[in-house]
């Protein structure tokens, strides 16, 4: 992922479940930098594809210096709490910074 640009997450869950709470929470140096809930996803619950798109505000927030873990933690219908091992994503950088 790069700063300052508008990627596009992806994320595939083992089976396709009805999702009634979600969090994906963004650290670096251990710390959150950024969370996005189940309002800011689209959701297919056939192929159980979760996908989360990033603002250039959101990416800025990021530091180049350091990866940036990603975590999912849901809740589906039947109250089971799941939450995904940490995801290592690369953050690069730009050289003028800002929003365009």
Do not use: C, H
């Amino acid at each position: 992922m790069r700063r300052g640009t508008n990627p596009v997450l992806t994320f595939e869950l083992p089976e396709a479940i009805t999702i009634s709470a979600l969090y994906i929470t963004f650290q670096q140096n251990r710390q959150t930098v950024l969370e996005k809930d189940l309002t800011a996803v689209t959701y297919d619950k056939e192929s159980g594809i979760i996908t989360l798109p990033l603002s250039q505000e959101d990416t800025l927030l990021f530091s180049e210096l350091e990866p940036v873990w990603v975590q999912l933690r849901l809740r589906d219908n039947l109250d089971n709490a799941i939450a995904s091992e940490p995801m290592r994503v690369n953050v690069g950088e730009i050289f003028k910074d800002g929003v365009i």
